[in-house]
Structure formats: structure tokens, C-alpha cells
């Protein structure tokens, strides 16, 4: 196989000739691999990505007329609301059970700040028995599928990154009893890596510098991989979407999915209470009547620190990234199998071959990555619902090895969570001077989903009395 002159001339054209210099010195199936590669790149449209985000840095445009959005508080504001919660409670419940809701987990990223060899969703999470968070979600989605008496499918995006090991993993250790049927994996599309002068990277001599394209990768994907025609034959309407590195999450919350259905929403978020203005958390804004996410980093000060007259921030409403879809938003969006979200800009360390065919690793930024968002899609959608969850009960994302975000923190925060669960139900749980729960605490999600699953176990068990410094696993 060799690329012919068209296709020579197409690369010379966008300056990228540099990606056929070893193609002298490869065999025919690492040509072929290239070829593809090289094929599968829209090359006007790369060229102008280059050209418009890094060759040069493209101040993000900030609305003049943002406003804060409604949110549905955790706690109903009054009685007429509670009523409606509870109505929008039922329907979640009918909408899980009836088989109308599908889960979706999005784990094609590289968690480059893990630092963890391997998927992310390998990494070993609970505090006791270090249970992978792709162990931790799947045990809650077998527990939901009992308690609701439904088969509940799970579309998992991976990324060419960690596919393959993605899926011996679920192999290897059956489902972690879910049914294989029930595991759908996708993968995601993928981006080269462009130097600071314009020039696409190659990671060796037969390859593209490529990474996964971002998480707003997953709504074209679904349908490109045909997963939501199959969604569509399963008779669902609804998606509930959260990353893997948040083990936190309710994976299938009755209220948030009942409200986005009475709500007649076509993109629901779930929404936290800000710890400060600067917490990095994308803030949920209006702009002409639409909603979007404005970065945390994009927010202009003045808008970031005001308060409103109970002093609490303006824009206090930050994204942990979980949501819900109507399938036929996605289905509209994605019809004519273009998806044009706005593209972000990542300055990267990305190790490429030299020239000479030198593997060189750089230790600062020597490239820039894109990425399209998935909250970007929230602009495009009808009725977007709000509802405001507990940081406590819903995120705790998996970020970095220790520090804030980390495996350290999220660890507490499963303790905390669990025994929570258990103060509720009666059980007292050893504390210090400094309230600090003093022993180490893991539920199963196979028998504890939910607050209600912990109560009804501990009505009747013969619970010892929990001491410092102990473990107590329960399932
Ligand atoms: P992040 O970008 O926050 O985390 O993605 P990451 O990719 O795991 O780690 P870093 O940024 O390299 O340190 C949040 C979630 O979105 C998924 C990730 O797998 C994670 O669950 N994601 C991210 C994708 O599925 N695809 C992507 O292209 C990017």
C-alpha cells in the first residue's frame, strides 16, 4: 500500500508532510494502520481547528447577560413542592421499573492526573476491600435492577486509550454479576495532539499522536457505535449519565429522573452548592434564554464572588457532571452524524518520535489537546431541569492521587456517606473529639443502595457495637 499523490498533496497543502516521513521505513501493516489514521481526518476542518485554537489562544466569549438559573433545592421549599417531589419520586419509579431508563458511564478518559497505569475504572476505591470503581457502579446497578425488578442495560464509553483492557476486565471477573448482555461498551472518537507551530505528533513512527476527544465525544458516538438505535429497540427513553471516577453517585435517582420527566426536560443536570466562588466546578448560567456551563475559570470575578441578599453566591449552582437525556434529544442532535460542539483548548505534556525516530518525553507543555464537553449540548435543549443534590450523597470525583478531589478524600467520603446511612438507621458509630468518624465503614452495594436499603437491614440485625479503630464490612 502506498498513499497516492492526491493524498500527498492534500498533506503538504495543510503542512502536515511530516506525518509520512517514515513511511519509507514501515511494513505493510503498519502503513495500513497509518493510512487509516490519516483517512479518517476531516483535514479542512482540522486545519482550521489549528488555525483557531493553537495558533492562536481564543479567548472564550463570556455572555454580558448571565443570570442564575432555577434549581430544585434538595429539601422541598415548601409543602406544595414536597408534594410534587413526591409525585416526581413515583414517577422515577415507574419510569426504572418499566425498563425506560438505560445508564450510561462515561470512563474513555486517561486520568493522566491519577497517574494510575491502566483504565481509571481498574482503580482499586473502597476503603475495606478496595473494591475497582467499575466493581463499586456495577454492584449498584445489579442491587437497582432488584430492587426496581428490571434488567437494567449500562452503556460504558472506553476510548481506543483503554478499550481493550477495559473489556477483559469485565471478562475476567463476570460482570461483576450483571449478565454480559447487560454491558454494552462504546468507543469514543479520538483527537491527534498538535505542537505549538501547527504540526500534528506522532507517538511512533506509525502513529498518530492521538487522544480521546473529550467526554461531549460520547454523544456522537452512541450513535455512530448504534447504541441508541439499540436503546430505541429496548423501548428506553431515558439515559442517567455519570462518569466512573465519581463513586459517589446514585447511578438511578427516582427523584431527579421523575422531575426531568414531569419537568419535560430534554437534559437534566444535577447541581451542587458552590463551597466558594473559585470551587472548580463549572457554574450553571442563562444567557438568552439558554442554559450552559460557564468554566469556573472563564467566570469573570465580579460575577464569580457576588451574592445575592441571603449571601449566598449568585452563581452558586456548580456541575458535578451528572445528568439525565431524553433519547430523542440525543437521537435530534446527532441525526445527520455531524455534532458541531464547541471545541476546548488543553496545553499538554504529549511524548512524540522526533525526525531521527527518538521517542522524546517533554517535561512542560509542548502541545495542545482538544476536547469537546458533554454540558456543552445543555444550550440545545428544551426545559433543562435543575435539580440541586447533596455533595455528601453525590460526588466525590477520583481526581488525583491525595489532596482535594483524590483517593484520599473520596475514601472519607465513602465512610462518611455509609455511616451516615447507619446513624440513620439507629446504629451509633464511634466519632472523635473533632466528630471524625473513628473506624472504617464499607457497605456492599449489593444489598445497601440506598438509605432505605440501610435502614430496612439494620431494624433487624444484630449489629455489634462499632469500636476505633476497627473495619466493618457489611453485605
Ligand atoms: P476528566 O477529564 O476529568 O478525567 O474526565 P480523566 O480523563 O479521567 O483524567 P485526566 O483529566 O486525564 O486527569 C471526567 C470523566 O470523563 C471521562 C473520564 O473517563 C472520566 O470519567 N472522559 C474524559 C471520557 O470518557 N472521555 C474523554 O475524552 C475525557
Not at 379 to 385: K, V
Request: overall charge neutral; glycine content about 8%.
Amino acid at each position: 500500500m502506498a498513499f497516492n499523490n492526491d493524498f500527498r498533496d492534500k498533506l503538504k497543502k495543510y503542512g502536515q508532510e511530516q506525518l509520512l516521513h517514515f513511511e519509507n521505513t514501515l511494513d505493510e501493516k503498519q502503513k495500513e494502520k497509518l493510512h487509516g489514521q490519516l483517512q479518517a481526518i476531516d483535514w479542512e476542518y482540522m486545519d482550521s481547528l489549528i488555525r483557531d485554537f493553537v495558533l492562536q489562544k481564543r479567548e472564550t466569549e463570556i455572555p454580558h447577560d448571565l443570570q442564575a438559573p432555577f434549581i430544585f433545592r434538595c429539601i422541598p421549599e415548601n409543602e406544595k413542592q414536597a408534594g410534587y417531589y413526591r409525585e416526581a419520586v413515583k414517577e422515577g419509579v415507574r419510569l426504572i421499573s418499566g425498563g425506560k431508563v438505560a445508564v450510561l458511564t462515561v470512563a474513555g478518559g486517561q486520568g493522566t492526573r491519577l497517574g494510575y497505569d491502566g483504565p481509571k475504572g481498574k482503580f482499586p476505591i473502597t476503603p475495606i476491600n478496595g473494591k475497582p470503581l467499575f466493581r463499586y457502579s456495577a454492584e449498584k446497578l445489579v442491587r437497582a435492577g432488584r430492587k426496581y425488578s428490571t434488567s437494567l442495560k449500562w452503556f460504558i464509553m472506553t476510548s481506543d486509550a483503554n478499550d481493550r483492557e477495559t473489556k477483559e476486565f469485565f471478562k475476567e471477573n463476570n460482570y461483576f454479576g450483571l449478565k454480559s448482555a447487560q454491558v454494552v461498551f462504546f468507543t469514543q472518537g479520538m483527537m491527534p495532539a498538535v505542537d505549538y507551530s501547527g504540526k500534528i505528533l506522532m507517538e511512533s513512527e506509525d502513529s498518530l499522536a492521538l487522544s480521546p476527544n473529550g467526554h461531549g465525544g460520547t454523544l456522537l458516538a452512541l450513535r455512530d457505535c448504534g447504541c441508541l438505535d439499540k436503546m430505541k429497540a429496548d423501548g428506553v427513553d431515558h439515559i442517567s449519565y455519570f462518569q466512573i471516577d465519581n463513586p459517589l453517585v446514585s447511578p438511578l435517582n427516582p427523584l431527579f429522573i421523575g422531575l426531568h420527566c414531569l419537568e419535560n426536560s430534554d437534559m437534566s443536570s444535577m447541581s451542587l452548592a458552590k463551597t466558594g466562588p473559585y470551587e472548580k466546578l463549572g457554574n450553571f448560567c442563562i444567557s438568552d434564554g439558554k442554559m450552559q456551563i460557564i468554566e469556573y475559570s472563564d467566570m469573570p470575578a465580579e460575577l464569580a464572588e457576588k451574592r445575592k441578599e441571603d449571601g449566598r453566591l449568585l452563581f452558586e449552582a456548580g456541575s458535578p457532571a451528572i445528568h439525565i437525556f431524553r433519547l430523542d434529544f440525543i437521537q435530534r442532535l446527532t441525526k445527520d452524524g455531524k455534532l458541531k460542539l464547541p471545541w476546548h483548548r488543553a496545553d499538554k505534556k504529549v511524548a512524540f518520535v522526533d525526525e531521527k525516530g527518538s521517542l522524546l518525553k517533554p517535561e512542560k507543555p509542548n502541545a495542545v489537546k482538544l476536547e469537546t464537553f458533554i454540558f456543552d449540548a445543555l444550550p440545545f435543549a428544551q426545559n433543562p431541569m435543575i435539580l440541586e443534590g447533596k455533595r455528601e450523597l453525590e460526588f466525590s470525583p477520583v481526581k488525583n492521587p491525595e489532596g482535594v478531589d483524590s483517593v484520599v478524600s473520596c475514601r472519607r467520603m465513602l465512610i462518611d456517606k455509609d455511616a451516615a446511612m447507619m446513624e440513620k438507621a439507629g446504629v451509633k458509630i464511634p466519632r472523635n473529639a473533632d466528630g471524625a468518624i473513628s473506624c472504617k465503614i464499607e457497605l456492599s452495594p449489593l444489598s445497601f443502595l440506598d438509605v432505605e436499603d440501610v435502614v430496612e437491614y439494620f431494624k433487624t440485625a444484630k449489629v455489634p457495637e462499632l469500636e476505633k479503630g476497627k473495619e466493618y464490612y457489611f453485605e
